[in-house]
């Protein structure tokens, strides 16, 4: 599994687009980018995953860039809710979830 | 998506006890799950895989006399937690993948206070 490079912490208005970046420089050709979050309290929470292309879901859209050395998360109208700690985890080793230190998103009024 | 219950939400208990926790599938099956701990203000740090129908295995600095896994069944892991002291106080977080998955789903979570 690659290691990855999160911001610690982002700022983002309620119903703005919140942006958030990874850097994954020595993924694999085979590896997915994952990205959960987990708000307060609470277990972690799958949000979406990509191999090369962008991906989006009901929740989020996923761009990997096209040598795959980063992505970014686009959480496209955030609100108060969205506020909580996103990870970005380049690989799944044996089907292991490693977590990194993650950005915490804190969404403003 | 695919549900994972934890089981209890939160116990507290006398140091010298023993707690087990119960991590559930409810609407898949899998052959290994996953054990976390989670202090305050810090990332969750994998424990152990739990394997069905062979021992877990541990990650390094994890002591496994002391967090004992059993994975009874496909839907079924537990985690006891031996003689517990106030230093295991923590999160305890449980995550399967479905068989034919590659995302993993995660428990709410079991909040552990030795006192």
């Known amino acids: 599994d690659a290691k990855t490079t999160q911001p610690p912490s982002m700022d983002c208005a309620e119903g703005r687009a919140a942006n958030l970046p990874c850097n994954h420089s020595?993924?694999?050709?085979?590896?997915?980018v994952y990205w959960y979050r987990q708000i307060h309290s609470q277990g972690p929470q799958y949000i979406i995953h990509?191999?090369?292309n962008n991906e989006t879901n009901e929740m989020a859209s996923l761009i990997i860039t096209e040598d795959r050395k980063s992505s970014t998360l686009i959480l496209p109208h955030a609100t108060l809710r969205d506020t909580a700690v996103y990870y970005c985890?380049?690989?799944?080793?044996?089907?292991?979830?490693?977590f990194g230190k993650g950005t915490r998103l804190h969404i403003l009024p | 998506g695919a549900v994972v219950s934890q089981h209890p939400s939160r116990v507290i208990c006398k140091s010298g006890t023993s707690v087990k926790i119960e991590c559930r599938s409810l609407?898949?099956?899998?052959?290994?799950m996953f054990w976390y701990r989670q202090f305050p203000k810090q990332s969750l740090m994998l424990m152990a895989t739990?394997?069905?129908?062979?021992?877990?295995?541990?990650e390094q600095g994890v002591e496994k006399d002391k967090f004992l896994i059993n994975h009874a069944s496909l839907t079924l892991s537990t985690l006891t937690v031996t003689s517990a002291h106030p230093e295991d106080s923590s999160f305890y977080i449980c995550?399967?993948?479905?068989?034919?998955?590659?995302?993993?789903?995660f428990g709410p979570g079991t909040r552990l206070t030795v006192l």
């Open positions: 609407d898949f099956q899998a052959t290994t």
């Open positions: 020595t993924i694999s050709g085979n590896e997915y």
């Open positions: 739990s394997n069905e129908g062979s021992k877990a295995t541990y």
């Open positions: 995550s399967a993948t479905p068989l034919q998955g590659l995302e993993g789903f």
């Open positions: 990509g191999l090369k």
């Open positions: 985890i380049a690989g799944h080793r044996d089907d292991k979830i490693i």
